[in-house]
């Protein structure tokens, strides 16, 4: 069964002040992964997809990396707007279904 | 912004009432999704139509109708639903099955 662990639970930053966000997960065949930021009372609004170990991708002041075992969202020089839920999320691609199993997420709260 | 649309924005139903949800896509995408959130959790995968035919149901409960009226509409019908149904519901889209994953910004259902 396919597993995602998103730690820390929730992260509290100065303005400023960069960090990480780890993705722990466990498949039988990455198909990607993928991160989303998700507000409050709103729809997972989709950041990255990554397809194999090594890649890394870049927006802004956000950074994704996966390996094998894992993947991080580096976030350098955060401003309050960062303020978000960051949902991880992995699809198999074993079979034809293709289902998103999701981590809990990762509550950050950028602090001016 | 989103180019999965949703509507209503926000439902109040009762029990005994027959209400829908309706979600649009203009992107091309040829799988289109249901999920359900609960407060701090992560969405749940609810049906999956796949060149408008239903190809995943997550065993959920048949006071939940899906429709798939062509490839860019989709819609969910309620019906007799309970207070534990309140929750965010999402619709989102994707190019095919296996592909990135869009969402929209989501139906917040209150039943009473």
């Known amino acids: 069964e396919d597993q995602v662990t998103q730690s820390p639970e929730a992260l509290r930053l100065q303005e400023g002040e960069s960090s990480s966000l780890n993705c722990s997960y466990t498949v039988s065949g990455l198909r990607g992964l993928f991160w989303y930021r998700q507000d409050p009372g709103k729809g997972p609004e989709f950041l990255f997809t990554l397809y194999s170990a090594g890649e890394e991708k870049e927006k802004e002041r956000l950074k994704a990396t996966l390996t094998k075992k894992e993947s991080f969202l580096h976030i350098t020089a955060p401003k309050p707007e960062d303020s978000a839920t960051y949902l991880c999320?992995?699809?198999?691609?074993?079979?034809?279904?293709?289902?998103?199993?999701f981590g809990k997420g990762t509550l950050l709260t950028v602090n001016p | 912004d989103t180019e999965v649309t949703q509507t209503p924005k926000h439902l109040v139903m009762g029990m005994t009432n027959k209400k829908s949800l309706k979600c649009e896509q203009h992107?091309?995408?040829?799988?289109m999704y249901w999920y359900k959130q609960k407060a701090k959790k992560p969405p749940e995968l609810m049906f999956v139509?796949?060149?408008?035919?239903?190809?995943i149901n997550e065993s959920v409960p048949s006071r939940f109708s899906p429709e798939c009226p062509n490839s860019s509409l989709l819609n969910l019908h309620l019906h007799a639903l309970q207070p534990e149904d309140s929750a965010l519901y999402l619709c989102?889209?994707?190019?095919?099955?296996?592909?990135?994953?869009?969402f929209g910004e989501g139906s917040w259902l209150t039943v009473v």
């Open positions: 999320a992995v699809m198999n691609s074993g079979g034809s279904n293709y289902k998103l199993t």
């Open positions: 989102a889209s994707s190019q095919d099955r296996g592909n990135t994953i869009y």
């Open positions: 139509y796949s060149y408008e035919k239903l190809s």
């Open positions: 992107m091309g995408h040829r799988a």
